[in-house]
């Protein structure tokens, strides 16, 4: 449906005559996105899944404004394709799927979403390492599958969070949360991180994988952290070891993960993002009971959601206005 011509917004493909000042790429709940009809006539892909290039490349062609989702890829076609674009805001902290430095290059601001999302990412990891570690995965499955049997004394015995010294990769908002609980939890922590500073003590990635029981991966997804996590790491972390990937799934080389899995030479792992993502239904990963998978739901809790579509409309509606937006990514 075609809105008023000013303030309105509508879904479904573009009318040629029409002009879609702002483009949301995703369907996300109106009451979210009204005050992006104060600053412009507002097109929303109608769909909960990535919208097709094509129509990315169709519908940004009078756009001033893009609202997009860490699976859209903001490159030079899209780029190119709008020529009154002003302001790109992505409902994710991370912005890897954007050029950034071509955005910059051309006077566009853009925005993500840090911040609101942090404790529950936090808690994500926590979630993760505890299931793994407790080995409740396999627990549930084995119930469904009706293999729970009498009592027994050494079934499914797993390790113990109290008492573990855990490493932490990336000690900025997500992996300071982190530290946090690992404390609650009764834990040591060490961390790596090459720009923060936080509380607990600084060791560099090599002596971090060697002394910590259980790894967790909270980094930035950048030219020195893609593939930061391959075999030697991995080997380095031994065999009673466990590791949990909140970060991005290209920090981890996949086909190593597999192999150090396979040859028992860690513990266990838990991913909430992997490379590719989503993975195949028969992807190796998916074949290890000591590797629990999920879908990318780190920040997945309904007030953290919403949160982070409110900052993005805040972002894109402070951008447009010439106004400083509340979290505009800087330019390095």
């Given amino acids: ?39 412009g006539e507002t097109w929303v892909w109608g769909d909960d899944r990535p919208i097709p290039r094509e129509a990315l490349l169709e519908a940004v062609r009078d756009a001033r404004g893009l609202l997009c989702m860490l699976t859209d890829p903001i490159d030079h076609a899209v780029l190119d394709a709008a020529p009154q674009l002003e302001v790109v805001s992505q409902m994710a902290v991370g912005v890897d799927n954007i050029d950034v430095a071509a955005c ?31 080995r409740i995965p396999e627990g549930e499955r084995a119930v469904r599958e009706g293999a729970w049997g009498p009592w027994s004394p050494f079934w499914l ?62 980094t930035r997804l950048t030219g020195e952290t893609r ?16 590791l949990v990937n909140v970060a991005r799934g290209e920090v981890v080389v996949t086909d190593d993960l597999v192999a150090a899995l396979a040859n028992g030479e860690i513990a266990g792992a838990a991913l909430d993002v992997t490379d590719p993502e989503p993975l195949p239904p028969d992807h190796p990963l998916l074949g290890f009971p000591n590797c629990l998978v999920t879908p990318h739901i780190g920040s997945a809790s309904e007030p953290t959601r919403r949160a982070m579509a409110e900052l993005a409309v805040a972002n894109l509606v402070a951008g447009l206005r010439g ?7 800087p330019w390095r």
């Fill in 1 to 39: 449906m075609v809105s008023a011509r000013h303030g309105g917004s509508w879904n479904g493909p573009i009318p040629s005559d029409a002009v879609a000042e702002i483009v949301v790429t995703r369907n996300l709940p109106e009451e979210i996105l009204a005050p992006l009809h104060e600053v």
């Fill in 104 to 134: 910059h290059r051309r006077g566009l601001k853009v925005g993500h979403t840090p911040g609101v999302l942090t404790e529950t990412v936090a808690d994500t990891a926590f979630a993760l390492l505890a299931a793994i570690v407790r």
């Fill in 157 to 218: 015995t797993g390790g113990d969070l109290h008492g573990m010294t855990l490493g932490i990769v990336g000690m900025g908002r997500v992996g300071s949360a982190v530290a946090r609980r690992a404390s609650g939890f009764g834990m040591e922590f060490v961390y790596s991180s090459p720009r923060s500073e936080g509380p607990g003590r600084k060791l560099g990635l090599d002596e971090l994988l060697r002394v910590a029981d259980a790894v967790v991966l909270c």
């Fill in 227 to 242: 593939g930061l996590v391959g075999r030697p790491q991995l080997q380095a972390m031994g065999e009673g070891s466990y």
């Fill in 323 to 329: 106004e400083t937006m509340p979290a505009e990514v």
